[in-house]
């Protein structure tokens, strides 16, 4: 995928206010509407123009969108890092000036950047068309650890809320909430702060604020649904003898049975001991066989004597036709 530079698009400055941005963007929505423009390019300049709005015309995704392309230049070659976006808040699809553009078919670099970031408003609350009086809906993501999924957590995460000064540009101010981790909570989970929002107008109530959970990876282990997976290293006596061996969980180390006989890949399954929930999940011990070093002549005397112990032992006899 390749960077885009919305303001390029716009034909504005990285320094234009929201409302120099609506004016461009109405300006190149005229020019380019496939109902007024008859040229073979025209659908596809009012899409690049629409998403460039869509963009930048809601405070958070502006910044957000902001910090991220100072390291980038158009046409670069480009992937969103993990957790690019995690701490900013987000509004809702319509934008700041709550306009609407038609909601086109937008490509898979904006979508890539922001297709958990906005979120519809609820009637009432800026719906199209009509006076906004409650607060909009802000949403941000929140990264934890896996052990916080096993125990649940009490976490003070610091965000940045867009804010438009008297001149019309957006800057970042910080704050602070403090939020609960529930037990058993899932990776793209939301949680949901009631009135922690966009602030309403003339006593109308707050909007609320919906935190998506992201997981942070944490080798030796990776999760899949709510099955938790994590590689176990075993010498190749414990696998063709078996042994018990202790093997680290998110929950601290157990002891494990290594049945006799055991080879690479092997899964082991402590039932019930994946991510909690009302049906909880597993944990599978993948067996991993190391080998040691033949690094002294009794080690290397040792593999020899095992060569001689099997001499019709073939390791590639699978992959023969």
């Known amino acids: 995928m390749e960077f885009k530079d919305y303001y390029a698009a716009l034909g504005v400055e990285r320094s234009a206010t929201q409302d120099e941005i609506k004016r461009a963007y109405r300006k190149l929505a005229r020019k380019y509407h496939p109902d007024l423009n008859k040229a073979t390019d025209a659908e596809a300049q009012f899409k690049v123009v629409a998403e460039a709005h869509e ?4 405070p958070g995704r502006r910044a957000a969108y902001d910090e991220l392309s100072r390291r980038h230049e158009q046409g670069q070659s480009f ?3 993990p957790g690019w976006d995690s701490g900013f808040d987000f509004g809702g699809r319509t934008g700041a000036s709550g306009e609407s553009h038609g909601d086109p078919d937008f490509s898979d670099y904006l979508e890539s950047l922001f297709r958990r970031a906005g979120g519809d408003d609820h009637p009432g609350r800026g719906a199209r068309g009509r006076k906004q009086t409650a607060g909009r809906d802000q949403h941000a993501k929140v990264t934890i650890d896996l052990v916080d999924v096993y125990r649940g957590a009490t976490r003070t995460i610091s965000m940045r809320m867009p804010i438009l000064d008297a001149n019309g540009h957006t800057t ?32 109308a109530p707050a909007g609320d604020l919906y935190l998506e959970i992201v997981l942070r990876p944490q080798p030796p282990f990776r999760v899949d649904g709510a099955d938790v997976y994590v590689e176990l290293p075993v ?5 063709a003898l078996g042994a018990s061996v202790a093997a680290t969980t998110p929950e601290g180390q157990v002891q ?14 402590l039932k019930g001991k994946g991510l909690p929930g009302k049906v909880p999940g597993d944990l599978y011990a993948v067996l991993a066989i190391a080998l040691p070093n033949p690094d002294s002549a009794p080690a290397q005397a040792a593999y020899s004597a095992l060569a001689k112990a099997f001499p019709d032992f073939d390791p590639r006899i699978a992959t023969k036709a």
């Not at 963009?55 to 809601?58: K, T």
């Not at 609960?180 to 003339?202: D, F, W, Y």
């Not at 010498?235 to 696998?239: K, Q, T």
């Not at 494990?256 to 399954?269: E, F, H, M, N």
């Open 55 to 58: 963009a930048l015309i809601d």
């Open 235 to 239: 010498s190749p006596w414990e696998a």
């Open 256 to 269: 494990l049975t290594i049945p006799a006989g055991s080879s690479q890949g092997r899964k082991l399954r």
């Open 79 to 81: 992937e969103p890092p």
């Open 172 to 203: 970042l101010q910080d704050r602070q909430l403090e939020i609960n981790i529930p037990k058993g909570v899932r990776e793209g989970q939301h949680l949901r702060l009631a009135g922690q929002g966009t602030a309403g107008h003339g006593g």
